[in-house]
C-alpha cells in the first residue's frame, strides 16, 4: 500500500483489487493505536463498526458493485455529531453514559457513500473553546507538537488528520473551530456556507453558528467529503437544496481576491503575517487580482459574536437539567427542589458554566435590547460588509488566527486571551459564509501556519479553487 493515501488511491487501489477495504481499515486502526499515547485524539475507537463496514464493501466489491464515492475512506467524528450506538459525549460529563440513538444525517451519508467509521474525536465540552483543553476527558495534543494545543474546539478531528490517524474527519464549526484546528494541525478544514450541510445530528451549541464541515491532509479529499454530506435534509430545516457544481475553473487566473486590511492590524504574529503575505504574493504572480479592502466591522465582531454564542448555549443546553442527563442512578435526597438544585449542571465544567451564565444575563430582562438585540443589530452590519465586498471581488483572503499554535495550560486560566484566538474566523459565522482553511507552511519553529479563503455565500468552490492554487505552491497535493 503505498505510503501518501488518498481518496483516489484507495479507490484505485481497490479498483486494480491491490488491497482490501478490510486491510485498509486495519492500517489506519493500527496507526491510531500506535499514536494516541501520545495525541489522545479519539474519546471512542470504533473498530468493530470499521471492520464491519470494511467486509461488507470487500463483499460488495466482490460481487462487481460500483464502488461507493469515499468506497474504504477512514473518517472520524467528532463527538457531538451523532453515531447509532456508539457514545456521544460531546466533551462532557454530562452526557458521558449517552448513547446515539441514531446516525447523524452526516454519518449516513457517509456510510451510504462506503466511508469506514474508525471512532469518535475528543473536543473542547459543547464545542466551547479554542484548544480543546475543555474536554472533560483530557486535552489532545497537536501532533506536531505534543507539548502545544491542536486547536478548538474541533481539535480531535483535526489532530486524527494530522497524525494520519484518519484520512478525513468531520467537525462543527461555530466560531472557527473547524478553521482553527485545520491551521493549528496543518491541515485543510472547510467552514460550509450556513445550510449546505445538514445539522440533523449534531448536539448544538449556537444553533444560528454552527455548521458541520470536513477536515482532511488535501484539497481534493476535503471537496470530495463536503460533496458527499451536503444538500437539503427533511430533518433539518434550515438546510436548502444545493448540488455541488461539476465543472469548476482550476486556475486563480482573473481572481479578484481582497485584503481585508483589518486582518492585518496590530496584533498579528510577524511569522503568520509574513507566510500568508508571500502566498497571496504567488497568487498574484499566476494571474490573482489583489486588492485591499475594507471590512468596517470587524472591531465589533468577536464581542458580537460571543453575546450570541452564549445566548444561544443558554438556551439550547437548557435541557442539560442533571435530571434526564448526568444524574442516573442518583438517588433523590430531600424535596425534589432541593434535589434539583443540587444536581443543575453538576456535569458541567468551567468554561461551558461561564457561558450559560453570560447568556442568561443577556437575555434577561433589562439587558436583552442593551445587548442581544444590539448584538443581533451589529451582526446584520457585519453581513452587509461582505456583501458590499464581493460587489468588488471574488474571494476573501486572510489568515485564520492571529498566533501560533501555543502550549497546553498558558491560556487556559484568561478566557479574554482564548476568545482572542477567535477574532479572524467569527465574522465568518456570524455572516454564515464559507470559508476555507490551507496549510502555507511552518513557522521558525516548526509549527504549522494557515490561511483562510472566504467566499460568497454557497461558492465553496470558489474557496477550493484558490486553495488548490497554493496547495500546488507548497506541493501538497495529492
Known amino acids: 500500500m503505498e505510503d501518501k493515501i488518498s481518496i483516489?488511491?484507495?479507490?484505485?487501489?481497490?479498483?486494480?483489487?491491490?488491497?482490501?477495504?478490510?486491510?485498509?481499515?486495519?492500517?489506519?486502526?493500527?496507526?491510531?493505536?500506535?499514536?494516541?499515547?501520545?495525541v489522545h485524539a479519539f474519546l471512542t475507537v470504533t473498530e468493530e463498526l470499521a471492520l464491519s463496514e470494511a467486509a461488507a464493501l470487500d463483499a460488495a466489491i466482490a460481487n462487481k458493485e460500483p464502488l461507493p464515492l469515499l468506497a474504504a475512506v477512514p473518517c472520524a467524528i467528532k463527538d457531538c455529531i451523532l453515531v447509532e450506538g456508539i457514545a456521544c459525549t460531546a466533551g462532557s460529563k454530562m452526557l458521558e453514559s449517552y448513547v446515539a440513538p441514531m446516525d447523524a444525517t452526516v454519518v449516513a451519508r457517509l456510510k451510504e457513500k462506503g466511508a469506514l467509521l474508525v471512532g469518535k474525536t475528543n473536543m473542547d465540552e459543547f464545542a466551547m473553546?479554542?484548544?480543546?483543553?475543555?474536554?472533560?476527558?483530557?486535552?489532545?495534543?497537536?501532533?506536531?507538537?505534543?507539548?502545544?494545543?491542536?486547536?478548538?474546539?474541533?481539535?480531535?478531528?483535526?489532530?486524527?488528520?494530522?497524525?494520519?490517524e484518519s484520512l478525513v474527519s468531520l467537525g462543527s464549526d461555530t466560531g472557527g473551530s473547524i478553521r482553527l484546528p485545520a491551521?493549528?494541525?496543518g491541515v485543510v478544514g472547510l467552514?460550509?456556507?450556513?445550510?449546505?450541510?445538514?445539522?440533523?445530528?449534531?448536539?448544538?451549541?449556537?444553533?444560528s453558528l454552527d455548521q458541520i464541515g470536513p477536515f482532511a491532509s488535501t484539497i481534493e479529499d476535503t471537496e470530495r467529503v463536503f460533496e458527499a454530506i451536503c444538500g437539503k435534509d427533511p430533518l433539518d430545516a434550515t438546510s436548502v437544496e444545493?448540488?455541488?457544481?461539476?465543472?469548476?475553473?482550476?486556475?486563480?487566473?482573473?481572481?479578484?481576491?481582497?485584503?481585508?486590511?483589518?486582518?492585518?492590524?496590530?496584533?498579528?504574529?510577524?511569522?503568520?503575517?509574513?507566510?500568508?503575505?508571500?502566498t497571496l504574493s504567488e497568487l498574484e504572480k499566476q494571474g490573482a487580482l489583489l486588492q485591499e479592502i475594507t471590512l468596517p466591522h470587524t472591531e465589533y465582531a468577536l464581542s458580537t459574536y460571543y453575546i450570541i454564542n452564549t445566548s444561544e448555549a443558554s438556551a439550547n443546553l437548557a435541557r442539560y437539567d442533571g435530571l434526564r442527563f448526568g444524574s442516573k442512578g442518583k438517588e433523590p435526597?430531600?424535596?425534589?427542589?432541593?434535589?434539583?438544585?443540587?444536581?443543575?449542571?453538576?456535569?458541567?465544567?468551567?468554561?461551558?458554566?461561564?457561558r450559560i451564565m453570560l447568556g442568561t444575563y443577556a437575555l434577561s430582562a433589562g439587558?436583552?435590547?442593551?445587548?442581544?438585540?444590539?448584538?443581533?443589530?451589529?451582526?446584520?452590519?457585519?453581513?452587509?460588509?461582505?456583501?458590499?465586498?464581493?460587489?468588488?471581488?471574488?474571494?476573501?483572503a486572510g489568515p485564520v488566527s492571529p498566533v501560533l499554535p501555543f502550549r497546553i495550560g498558558e491560556r487556559v486560566k484568561d478566557p479574554l486571551a482564548m476568545y482572542l484566538v477567535d477574532v479572524y474566523t467569527v465574522p465568518v459565522n456570524l455572516a454564515g459564509l464559507p470559508a476555507l482553511a490551507?496549510?502555507?507552511?511552518?513557522?521558525?519553529?516548526?509549527?504549522?501556519?494557515?490561511?483562510?479563503?472566504?467566499?460568497?455565500?454557497?461558492?465553496?468552490?470558489?474557496?477550493?479553487?484558490?486553495?488548490?492554487?497554493?496547495?500546488?505552491?507548497?506541493?501538497?497535493?495529492s
Request: glycine residues 10%; proline residues 4%.
Open 242 to 278: 444545493y448540488e455541488y457544481p461539476s465543472e469548476r475553473e482550476q486556475s486563480v487566473k482573473g481572481m479578484r481576491i481582497g485584503i481585508p486590511k483589518e486582518y492585518f492590524a496590530k496584533g498579528l504574529d510577524a511569522e503568520i503575517q509574513s507566510r500568508v503575505s508571500d
Open 367 to 396: 439587558y436583552y435590547e442593551a445587548y442581544y438585540i444590539k448584538a443581533l443589530k451589529i451582526r446584520a452590519l457585519l453581513l452587509r460588509d461582505f456583501q458590499q465586498a464581493f460587489e468588488q471581488v471574488d474571494l476573501i
Open 333 to 354: 435526597q430531600g424535596n425534589l427542589l432541593d434535589w434539583y438544585l443540587s444536581v443543575r449542571g453538576e456535569g458541567f465544567g468551567s468554561e461551558v458554566k461561564r
Open 183 to 185: 491551521s493549528f494541525c
Open 191 to 207: 467552514k460550509p456556507t450556513y445550510g449546505a450541510v445538514s445539522r440533523s445530528g449534531l448536539i448544538a451549541l449556537a444553533s
Open 129 to 164: 473553546g479554542a484548544s480543546t483543553e475543555n474536554s472533560a476527558f483530557g486535552p489532545t495534543r497537536n501532533p506536531h507538537d505534543t507539548s502545544r494545543v491542536p486547536g478548538g474546539s474541533s481539535g480531535g478531528s483535526a489532530a486524527a488528520v494530522g497524525a494520519k
Open 438 to 477: 490551507v496549510p502555507v507552511g511552518t513557522s521558525s519553529a516548526g509549527l504549522p501556519i494557515g490561511m483562510q479563503f472566504i467566499a460568497p455565500a454557497f461558492q465553496e468552490h470558489v474557496a477550493f479553487r484558490a486553495g488548490k492554487a497554493v496547495e500546488l505552491l507548497h506541493g501538497r497535493n
Open 8 to 38: 483516489r488511491s484507495i479507490r484505485e487501489g481497490l479498483e486494480n483489487r491491490e488491497f482490501s477495504a478490510q486491510e485498509i481499515a486495519r492500517v489506519f486502526l493500527s496507526k491510531i493505536s500506535e499514536r494516541e499515547k501520545d
